[in-house]
């Protein structure tokens, strides 16, 4: 029986596509352009700030997620993404996360977080609404490692946008963590050949990411503390369900905290 792939599937599958494409959407956003779907992000290279290289702030936003593997604590970015964030916020201090699964891993660049569900799938009789945030991009947000980011869907395609093009997308409770890419010799000066925004191949180079993911999904933090779990949970031992790569042994959420960064954390 041939098996139906749900949204969640589809996006998956599409985001390892992007994992292994050759840089061809980092051409893209480099560049200044754009892609021709629901939210238009015109980069300006001269005006670029990437906040995500400053640290957290005195009173800032932040979450602390604690997994079965440790803690990371990520600076949020509600200035940047205030619809996403908002969801993620209070969707956490409900408790939804509480004993959700990391449900896809294996990579070596990115795990997936934040389902009721180990495979991946929403529960029957969710609340859909959770999943109907619309996509926020912006400039100064880039895919470095330790960036948190809303997983997106694709909506349906109405006459319109087969007509004219174009997707409207939407971020949802689910959430991924960038670990990074291993850049080789000859990625690494292509990124530095191609890229206009000054210190933004270097930051990728540097610091991690997956430079792929760019302009694709909601960022909604940055992680400042814990890397080392985020590593732990984009390596797990893992089996290719069609969908996703779930983790043999079963890793979770035990809780998401909204709190504010404060100086004596240092």
């Known amino acids: 029986m041939k098996r139906k792939k749900t949204n ?31 939210t238009y992000v015109d980069i300006d290279p001269e005006t670029v700030k990437l906040v995500q290289l400053e640290g957290p702030q005195e009173g800032d936003p932040i979450a602390i997620v604690d997994t079965d593997l440790g803690e990371f604590r990520m600076v949020l970015y509600p200035e940047y993404s205030p619809l996403a964030v908002k969801n993620f916020t209070e969707l956490a201090e409900s408790g939804y996360y509480n004993d959700t699964y990391v449900f896809d891993s294996g990579s070596g660049a990115f795990a997936s977080l934040g389902c009721p569900q180990k495979n991946g799938e929403l529960p029957a009789g969710y609340d859909t609404s959770r999943e109907n945030i619309p996509r926020e991009l912006h400039q100064d947000l880039w895919p470095l490692k330790g960036t948190v980011m809303s997983m997106t869907k694709a909506g349906k395609r109405g006459l319109k946008e087969i007509l004219l093009g174009g997707t409207q997308y939407y971020s949802g409770s689910r959430f991924i963590v960038v670990d990074t890419i291993e850049f080789t010799p000859e990625q690494e000066e292509e990124l530095r050949g191609i890229s206009t925004i000054e210190g933004l191949s270097d930051a990728f180079i540097e610091k991690g990411g997956v430079p792929n993911f760019s302009q694709q999904m909601t960022v909604i933090g940055q ?29 979770k959420i035990k809780t998401v905290t909204i709190s504010t960064y404060t100086e004596k954390e240092d």
């Open 8 to 38: 969640a599937g589809l996006r998956l599958i599409l985001i390892m596509a992007l994992l292994t494409a050759a840089f061809t959407l980092v051409v893209l956003f480099f560049s200044g352009a754009h892609a021709k779907n629901d």
């Open 223 to 251: 992680t400042y503390e814990g890397l080392e779990v985020i590593d732990a949970l984009a390596s797990l031992e893992s089996v290719d369900n069609g969908a996703c790569h779930v983790p043999v042994e079963d890793v």
